[in-house]
């Protein structure tokens, strides 16, 4: 990701530095922010798996499970964008920026099964963050008040869920945490239109515009690796923790053999268990609608 960075920023240096040489080209820069949404299904057959996994075990025993809470999936973003715009004639700009994109959520869900003679508790407490960085380059074709911009670029997305689960039943309880760290790239797609209005004019010639940009993005990361740290407390109250590195890899998985389910982990190679099967490569599909709101100047 450093690496992307740098280079993106020497690109700017060279057109900036080439557009500099010609005084009657005014560089014009922007800045806007606005709330976009998407629905990165992937990352939620965690949670729904873990609601189809209390169902199995309950079922494997016959025993009836009650819950209260829910597991809400993430659907907006909050999208940052920076912009220089280097006019390459009246109408026509050549785009460099790069766009800053995050969301999350937290969410608790408690299941209570029930034998005989007392009842478990299984207490979820659930966080999804999710968030990108995307260097881009494009061209803008702003006739009027109304325009049409495109651009690519490098998509840098990070992706955290944190899953802490305390259990208890009388006489015996114990909390364990998974935190699942992980990073992976894809190329992105932006397509907007943006309408401008002129707030007044500079000494230098330049105007100062106020605008509104809709915009579809499409990013797409296929593959996602890094790091899960599971931490327990132990038989003597003592906290202890690992850490695994690797892939992330959905799979279909049947632990009780009473049917399978959507689940995720991260592995280093997936592990030959009879239970799972068709290990797959996870990514997140970042892609959505955004309206933004600016200035340009």
């Known amino acids: 990701m450093k690496h992307a960075v740098v280079i993106f920023f020497i690109i ?8 500099s040489q010609d005084k009657a080209k005014k560089v014009e820069f922007e800045i806007s922010a606005g709330i976009g949404r998407v629905n ?50 009246d109408k026509l700009y050549l785009k460099v920026g790069v766009d800053y994109c995050f969301s999350n959520a937290v969410s608790e869900k408690s299941f209570q099964v029930a034998w005989q ?5 299984h207490d979820y407490n659930i966080t999804d963050k999710i968030s990108y960085l995307m260097p881009h380059i494009g061209f803008a074709y702003m006739p009027g008040a109304l325009g049409f911009h495109g651009a690519v670029g490098m998509g840098f997305a990070r992706f955290t869920h944190i899953e802490d689960l305390d259990y208890s039943e009388p006489g015996y309880k114990y909390d364990t945490s998974d935190a699942f760290k992980v990073s992976g790239t894809g190329l992105g797609v932006i397509l907007g239109v943006k309408f401008r209005i002129r707030l007044s004019k500079k000494s230098s010639g330049k105007a100062v515009h106020a605008f509104l940009k809709l915009e579809s993005v499409m990013l797409k990361v296929n593959t996602l690796s890094g790091d899960k740290t599971r931490a327990a407390v132990n038989a003597s109250g003592q906290r202890v923790s690992e850490t695994e590195e690797g892939t992330l890899y959905g799979f279909e998985w049947n632990p009780y053999g009473n049917q399978r389910i959507d689940f995720w982990d991260i592995y280093e190679t997936p592990p030959t268990d009879a239970s799972m099967r068709n290990f797959q490569e996870l990514g997140l599909n970042l892609s959505g609608i955004r309206f933004m709101i600016g200035i340009s100047f």
């Open 12 to 19: 700017l240096l060279v057109v900036h530095v080439g557009f």
């Open 40 to 89: 990165p299904e992937s990352i939620y057959s965690r949670s729904s798996g873990i609601d189809a996994l209390i169902d199995q075990y309950a079922r494997h025993y016959n025993l009836d499970t009650t819950f209260t809470g829910e597991f809400p999936e993430i659907k907006r973003f909050i999208p940052f964008n920076v912009s220089l715009n280097f006019p390459l004639n």
């Open 117 to 121: 003679d007392f009842d478990e508790n």
